[in-house]
T-cell receptor, first 113, second 111 residues
Framework: ETGVTQSPTHLIKTRGQQVTLRCSSQSGHNTVSWYQQALGQGPQFIFQYYREEENGRGNFPPRFSGLQFPNYSSELNVNALELDDSALYLC????????????FGEGSRLTVL | SQQGEEDPQALSIQEGENATMNCSYKTSINNLQWYRQNSGRGLVHLILIRSNEREKHSGRLRVTLDTSKKSSSLLITASRAADTASYFCATDADAGNMLTFGGGTRLMVKP
């Protein structure tokens, strides 16, 4: 158990819909990152939030957006869902300025039909 | 896109044997990390090696890093059935914890 919790664990959406995924960080961690993992592939970095602001972003379009709240919990929002958005979405928490171990949640598996 | 390539993509061994996985990457790094993932679940951090280190040990794990060749290897000694999982290397370019993962090696350890 890492102390990082994600919800929902599974969900199904249809193309064009919007989805919100939630993450509660490990206690004391002030940075949250989101990753997308397609089936059979490694995770890809979406973005990172620190002090409620995005401070790094991977190669993902603007329809992927996020929020970080004062209690360090976070949301990932995806608009105008596409079939290729079907994946496991992983949240990871860490401490800013401390390079190293990321604590991952169990993920939210999104299926887009 | 993913920075690293991992080799082999899949590995099947008997319990008690050693397992070696390799990772190559393309750009300069601050550190390289290895993670383990059981069957589509969350990733678990195994070990981190910094760019100025060449080898690191943790229990049955040994990691090497060759920055001149932009490659790393993970050795699991005396493997157990419980080691069955996917293993990923991940690079961190600037210690900002924004990781670039490889495609992973699927390890199966047969009892």
């Amino acid at each position: 158990e890492t102390g990082v919790t994600q919800s929902p664990t599974h969900l199904i959406k249809t193309r064009g819909q919007q989805v919100t995924l939630r993450c509660s960080s490990q206690s004391g961690h002030n940075t949250v990152s989101w990753y997308q993992q397609a089936l059979g592939q490694g995770p890809q970095f979406i973005f990172q939030y620190y002090r409620e602001e995005e401070n790094g972003r991977g190669n993902f379009p603007p329809r992927f957006s996020g929020l970080q709240f004062p209690n360090y919990s976070s949301e990932l929002n995806v608009n105008a869902l596409e079939l290729d958005d079907s994946a496991l979405y992983l949240c990871a928490s860490s401490l800013v300025g401390v390079a190293g171990e990321l604590f991952f949640g169990e993920g939210s598996r999104l299926t887009v039909l | 896109s993913q920075q690293g390539e991992e080799d082999p993509q899949a590995l099947s061994i008997q319990e008690g044997e050693n397992a070696t996985m390799n990772c190559s990457y393309k750009t300069s790094i601050n550190n390289l990390q290895w993670y383990r993932q059981n069957s589509g679940r969350g990733l678990v951090h195994l070990i981190l090696i910094r760019s100025n280190e060449r080898e690191k040990h943790s229990g049955r794990l040994r990691v090497t890093l060759d920055t001149s060749k932009k490659s790393s290897s993970l050795l699991i000694t005396a493997s157990r059935a419980a080691d069955t999982a996917s293993y990923f290397c991940a690079t961190d370019a600037d210690a900002g914890n924004m990781l670039t993962f490889g495609g992973g090696t699927r390890l199966m350890v047969k009892p």
